[in-house]
């Protein structure tokens, strides 16, 4: 009799499967994960808020604040460029360009000083709507305060580091260089009458009882020195006019005397004349010698004079100047709920003052050699960023934490 045998049936159906069973903190685990990734989305939800509203507070105040300095710089600026105008320094023309070039050079102050003055007022403000114990309530650290204004501060340090570096002087130099060519234009009808005016690079005073709308000159006054001679010219009239060469002007008497002969010689020689004519030379531009805060930055790098070396480290200053006073404008804008809103501004102020009379005052030091070239200006700086760090330290309880709890365990 034959038997059959009959294979196993493997196929994935025919496999006896166990009933599921889920243990019960399955869904106490999901369920925590869930709050916990919510808490985490609120979490930042919540800081990129308070993020964008420090900012736009910081950001308005300090346009304001560096807007209205400029403001009144540049007011006090407009009736000394005017004068200098009116005095021929300066062409009549070149005013508000000589303006925007002198507000160029009043940004690189302005900035770090406005960015000061807009931390202090704008968290000095949420202190006193208490809204910073709600941002302290709610787990907002310094990090959560710093995060913005870091970012904004280093925007600014980078854009008024280029100001201090290459714009400004580059505005120094421009100035200096409408000034010379003015004084290579310089015209007699600029003259004002009964007073002394140099010429001649300074070898020369002249003096008139008028000056007409021409330029003509009543009365006048010369005396003029070459070497250890002395020239003087009485005339009537007198007038300028032009010569062969670019650079010389020629100044025409009629009906006058001419005296020359060295002090304290008793031989002079006197000449009367119908016309008479002297040159003088205009001032080269190209031969200006540029001071240290209008020198390239290039030529700055590498040089082993300690007044160059004062110039360099005083423009790097600048940026660095920025991101030292926004670590100290935080603890320092701390008030009490009924302090007022300017409660630390005037400390912060005269913290402010110190600051940059020291960094003056090592500035002179290092042109003068007193101290040496690689400590320069940044003890300066490390004094004061140390000083912003314990502040920050004390308003926010690290100190308590450091010192006082260590100190009480080993009491105990």
Request: glycine share 8%.
């Amino acid at each position: 009799m034959t038997r059959e045998f009959a294979w196993p049936d493997h196929s994935p159906e025919a496999i006896p499967r166990w009933p599921e069973t889920r243990s019960p903190g399955d869904s106490i685990t999901t369920e925590a994960g869930k709050h916990r990734l919510g808490h985490l989305r609120a979490g930042a939800m919540m800081s990129s808020i308070l993020n964008r509203y420090i900012l736009k507070e910081t950001a308005q105040t300090w346009l304001v604040v560096t807007s209205v300095l400029l403001l009144i710089l540049l007011t006090n600026q407009f009736a000394q460029v005017l004068g200098d105008a009116a005095s021929n320094q300066l062409p009549k023309e070149a005013v508000f360009l000589v303006m925007g070039l002198t507000s160029l050079q009043y940004l690189t102050v302005l900035i770090p000083v406005g960015l000061f003055l807009s931390i202090m007022l704008a968290l000095g403000r949420l202190y006193r709507d208490s809204e910073m114990a709600a941002l302290m309530a709610c787990g907002i650290g310094p990090a959560g305060l710093y995060r913005p204004l870091v970012i904004f501060a280093i925007v600014l340090s980078g854009f008024v580091g280029w100001l201090a570096m290459d714009v400004a002087p580059a505005a120094i130099r421009e100035v200096g260089a409408i000034a010379a060519e003015a004084r290579k234009r310089i015209d007699l009808r600029v003259l004002k009458s009964g007073q002394f005016v140099s010429f001649d690079n300074g070898d020369a005073v002249l003096y008139a009882e008028t000056v007409s709308e021409e330029g003509v000159l009543s009365n006048v006054f010369v005396q003029r020195r070459s070497g250890p001679r002395i020239e003087l010219i009485l005339a009537e009239h007198a007038w300028q006019s032009d010569s062969e060469k670019e650079n010389v002007k020629v100044l025409r008497f009629s009906k006058g005397k001419r005296y020359e002969g060295e002090p304290g010689s008793a031989r002079f020689r006197i000449i009367k004349f119908e016309e008479h004519g002297i040159p003088f030379s205009l001032p080269e531009a190209g031969q200006r010698e540029l001071k240290p805060e209008a020198r390239p930055f290039t030529d700055l790098i590498g040089s082993d004079d300690p007044v160059n070396i004062a110039e360099l480290q005083w423009r790097i200053s600048v940026p660095l100047a920025v991101l030292v006073l926004t670590v100290l404008a935080v603890p320092l804008s701390r008030s009490a709920p009924r302090q007022g809103r300017y409660g630390g501004l005037a400390a912060g102020v005269l913290i402010y003052i110190i600051y940059v009379d020291l960094l003056a005052a090592a500035k002179v030091w290092v042109e003068r050699e007193q101290i040496p070239a690689f400590l320069g200006l940044w003890w300066v700086h490390a004094m004061f960023l140390i000083l912003g760090l314990l502040l920050l330290a004390r308003q926010f309880g690290y100190l308590h934490r450091w010192f006082l709890r260590p100190a009480k365990r080993a009491v105990r």
